[in-house]
């Protein structure tokens, strides 16, 4: 997109409300323009050549041609245009969503709900999607430009001399598709715990748990109070609830996972620093975090504290997110010892746990010797 030109949105929503909604926060914002609008999927595809819009507001549930069956249409295209999803905040739009967020959406809104007015709606829209539009259009602009994929392995960030015994993963915008080929890279032998937040409300995360489950051998389980943290157990943090993991009452047992609906933190809740500090709290240098694709900068406050007490931070690289904003933040800083494309982050989760396997190996060969 070129300097000084508005940013084209394409309104795709088959409620009049709604669409006049969504063109009053984007008429408020003069770095914004409505480039067209269209009542279903259908018109939506005959007019986004003729448009050529920077992105798309794509409502869910339709008539005719939905949300998803659009996206679909519209990647199977070949095109690249960033597409935002327009939820309504119920069970079936949450996994309709996650569904979409996984076929090529960039990101999602939720319709406002329980509002008073008019204007509480809008003040309530705008600040979900104001953000979200300048992230996927303007970044490209205001940052450097994009560079292709490459593994960068920082000379000055030496990784932990311990072996890890847990991976902590914070993903916001984009994270589903990245969760989906991150995960479907682990084998079901994988012998680390792994936790993770993915900013999503309540309602969305057991979908995404669900889906996320479909790619591979072990399950990915929504985090449920009290469960223990076992090696090859994977929890994704409850949409709305802080994910922590704390030493457990009994005595030998392993850390059990602890929610809580304290203060947001980084306008967040799950949010990534409370769930990386409680691992390093209890985990020290064995702490293996890693940040990927979203927007903001949640995880980079804890991302000192693990690299402080000795552990290891990957990041993903500015070619492979769809938002380099979380990742940045912590390249940015110094903390992330390898900057690695989405590809290779897995087989370097795997090449550390395997660390930790050979190292129990040799104790025990050497225990037995003597």
Known sequence: MAHGRRTRILIVDDSAVMRSLIR???????SLEVAGSAADGAAALQTIDSVRPDLVLLDVEMPNLCGLETLRSLRARGSRTPVVMVSAL???GARVTIDALASGASDYVTKPSNQDDRESALRTLAQDLLPKIRALTVSSVSQSPRLAPVTEFLESSHLSSVPPSIVVIGVSTGGPAALDVLLSSIPSTFPLPILIVQHMPELFTRPLAERLSQSRCTRVYEATEGSSVLPGSIFLARGN???????????????????????FENHCRPSVDVLFRSAAAIYGPATLAVVLTGMGSDGLASCRTIRAQGGTVLAQDQATSAVWGMPRAVVQAGLAQRVLPLSAIAPEMIRLASRNAAERFERRECAVQR
């Open 241 to 263: 609830w802080h994910m922590e993991v704390i030493q457990s009452s009994r005595h030998g047992a392993p850390p059990t996972l602890h929610l809580q609906q304290g203060p």
């Open 24 to 30: 009053s926060v984007i008429l408020a914002d003069p």
């Open 90 to 92: 119920t069970q079936r």
